[in-house]
T-cell receptor, first 114, second 112 residues
């Protein structure tokens, strides 16, 4: 089992460019989420999904879109990148409401916006 | 609103010394608290959770509802404990699932 796979690991964008961070899981977990990690600010929730076809906003959703067409995939889209979106992004899964809030994290994607 | 505060960004101790990583929270309901850890070049992973009342790698944490704290403690630090530690709180978000709110993190450095 691969667990949670994030691609790409590193990306450099210019301001205004768009891109998609991919997240795939093979654990059949219901819940998936995206966090961004910034120094001194910890991890902040961007968007989350409690199942296929269901998404909702977290703490810092502006500038990001998500969709959940399958249980396995939860891509994060940046429509027009800004320098403030320079960060490390983590995808995480949880085994539904019974998962006792134990998150399984991906390896992270480091994004730099120039 | 729920909030988690880790007042120390960096904590440096010598090997064998006791260590305490502080975590304070604010939450109007009954909280579930966790500690997650990220070792160098490894993924974030769960260290322990208060409902389990367990000791993992020599670390313990007690939920103090009166002081709204969940400090992480270890009596004798080891060099392999050097890592980034995050305190997290579980609370209801938009009535759909219990999502975690993380603190700002504390980097623990254990010197030889």
């Amino acid at each position: 089992n691969a667990g949670v796979t994030q691609t790409p690991k590193f990306q450099v964008l210019k301001t205004g460019q768009s891109m998609t961070l991919q997240c795939a899981q093979d654990m059949n977990h219901e819940y998936m989420s995206w966090y961004r990690q910034d120094p001194g600010m910890g991890l902040r929730l961007i968007h989350y999904s409690v199942g296929a076809g269901i998404t909702d906003q977290g703490e810092v959703p502006n500038g990001y879109n998500v969709s959940r067409s399958t249980t396995e995939d939860f891509p994060l889209r940046l429509l027009s990148a800004a320098p403030s979106q320079t960060s490390v992004y983590f995808c995480a899964t949880q085994n539904g409401a019974s998962g006792a809030n134990v998150l399984t994290f991906g390896a992270g994607s480091r994004l730099t916006v120039l | 609103a729920q909030r988690v505060t880790q007042p120390e960004k960096l904590l440096s101790v010598f090997k064998g010394a006791p260590v305490e990583l502080k975590c304070n929270y604010s939450y109007s309901g009954s909280p579930e608290l966790f500690w997650y850890v990220q070792y160098s070049r490894q993924r974030l992973q769960l260290l322990l959770r208060h409902i389990s009342r367990e000791s993992i790698k020599g670390f313990t944490a007690d939920l103090n509802k009166g002081e709204t704290s969940f400090h992480l403690k270890k009596p004798f630090a080891q060099e392999e404990d050097s890592a980034m530690y995050y305190c997290a709180l579980s609370g209801l978000l938009n009535n759909a699932g219990n999502m975690l709110t993380f603190g700002g993190g504390t980097r623990l450095m254990v010197k030889p």
